[in-house]
Structures are given as C-alpha cells and as structure tokens.
C-alpha cells in the first residue's frame, strides 16, 4: 500500500494510514496475448503497481474470455495481480450510474466503457490507470505514486496526474500553462495514463463540452477521454504531468502478422 511520507496533518489526515490506491490497465482481443501471454503486464503491476493496495485487470471484448482468464488467474497465482474482471459484466451499470447512454458515447462507446467501469467500481481513494499498450520508463522509482498522490492531496485544483507521454518532456513543458520543478500544469487528458481522485470522478462530470476537445480523433465519437478534458477546461481543472518520469505507448501489431511475430522475437517492451 502506498504510504505518504510528508506532513499531512494539515489536510486532516492521519499519518499513520496508507493511502489506498488501485492500479489498473486493461486488454481487448488485440493485444490481450502481448500483455498477458507475454507477460508484458508485469512491467505495470510489478514496477509501479508494486505499491498499490489493488491491482486490478479490465478484460473487454475479446473473444475466447475462458482462455483469457485462465491467464489473468495465473497471474493472480503468480502474485502479479489481485483481480480482474469482465467489463461486459458491469457497463450497464456503469452507465446508468453515469446518467449516460451507449448512444451518447457513439462510436466512443468501445474506447470508453472499460474507462467508466473501472470509475465506477473503484473502492479505493485513488486509481491510477494504464491502458494496455502503455509502460513506464525504464529506471522509474517505484514509489512513484507516493509524488502523485501527494500532489492531489496538496493541490485540490489539480483533477489529473500523469507521466509525460511517450517520454515528450520538452512538448509536455512547451504545452504547460505554468511550472515548477517538478510539475508541469495545464489543461488536457489522455486515457494513456493517469492518476486520478476516484470520488472526483465518480461525479457527474461526463455531459460537458469544449470547443478545444474537438481536437480528439472523429473515429472516437464522444469518448471519456473527450468528455473528461471538456469538463477540465469547463470547471477550470488542472493537469499535473511530470518533467521527469514519463512513459511509452505503442500500438501493438496483429498477433500472427510477420510485424507481430518479430515484436515477439524482439520484445519490444
């Protein structure tokens, strides 16, 4: 469990709890044998997810779910996860608690709804999220999320935090309204990685909108990560990504495609 190490007796919290904290990414048909067969998961929730209280995997349309979850069950065997689940299972839910409707997600709906469930379940005080296709710098500490968290407890006008994406430090700083040493601020989301307040997100945030969210790809319709950057600019709340530690996305190749058997051959991760 994450433990948070400065005085936080000002914020009306108790030193000597831990803070709870769920890690999560999630796998589709697509790429679900890359993260779990090859074992690529294990960068997440053995790096950074060492210190989290809840690692959880979000299974979403694939189309042998027995033979993906005899994976995730050896890994829960394994010790590199604590649960997962099918999000098939729980999106009705899920949007009916949101007051919004597959329709109004649109083409969004598939990039979104793994997204929402996981909001939606969260137990804990934060969620920290991966989308399959996305690992840490190599060489990042491991208590990491110890900064974050801090940084959310201390900053109340800061929704969002983040690694610098795909290692784009000097982008992430020229992007930035304001810095610090630490810290970059602004305005934008992506569903690549974030840390996030669970109740905060909990909240009936996903009906805005925002000229400069149209920036978002068409093919994604009205997708959460559309929905949350509206809201952000909207109400006025900050992202914090950091200048120093980032993280890699790639899109994986077809599994059985010559691209994807020499991404095997090299791990590429």
């Given at each position: 469990m994450l433990k948070i190490k400065y005085k936080l007796g000002k914020f009306g919290f108790n030193e000597d709890l831990k803070m709870s904290l769920t890690v999560e990414t999630k796998v589709w048909e697509k790429d679900w044998r890359f993260i779990l067969k090859k074992g690529l998961i294990k960068k997440v929730m053995l790096g950074l997810g060492q210190s989290a209280s809840k690692r959880l995997l979000l299974i979403n349309n694939v189309d042998r779910p027995t033979e993906v979850a005899r994976y995730a069950d050896q890994l829960i065997h394994e010790g590199v996860l604590d649960d997962y689940l099918f999000v098939d299972d729980y999106a009705s839910a899920a949007l009916d608690f949101f007051k919004i409707t597959k329709d109004d997600l649109g083409k969004g709906y598939y990039y979104s709804i793994a997204e929402l469930v996981s909001i939606f379940l969260c137990e804990t005080d934060y969620l920290a999220h991966f989308s399959g296709d996305t690992v840490g710098q190599d060489g990042m500490p491991s208590n990491w999320f110890d900064t974050a968290v801090e940084l959310l407890i201390e900053r109340p006008d800061v929704s969002v935090v983040n690694l610098a994406w795909d290692l784009k430090f000097s982008e992430v700083d020229k992007d930035a309204m304001f810095l610090e040493e630490i810290f970059?601020?602004?305005?934008?989301?992506?569903?690549?990685?974030?840390?996030?307040?669970?109740?905060?997100?909990?909240?009936?945030?996903?009906?805005?909108?925002?000229?400069?969210?149209?920036?978002?790809?068409?093919?994604?319709?009205?997708?959460?990560?559309?929905?949350?950057?509206?809201?952000?600019?909207?109400?006025?709340?900050?992202?914090?990504?950091?200048?120093?530690?980032?993280?890699?996305?790639?899109?994986?190749?077809?599994?059985?495609?010559?691209?994807?058997?020499?991404w095997r051959l090299l791990r590429q991760y």
């Open positions: 970059a601020y602004g305005y934008g989301f992506s569903d690549q990685m974030y840390v996030i307040r669970s109740m905060e997100f909990k909240d009936q945030i996903y009906s805005y909108s925002h000229p400069d969210s149209d920036r978002y790809p068409k093919y994604g319709g009205e997708l959460f990560e559309k929905r949350v950057d509206s809201w952000m600019r909207v109400e006025n709340r900050l992202r914090a990504t950091s200048r120093k530690w980032g993280y890699r996305h790639a899109n994986f190749p077809a599994w059985y495609s010559l691209k994807g058997i020499l």
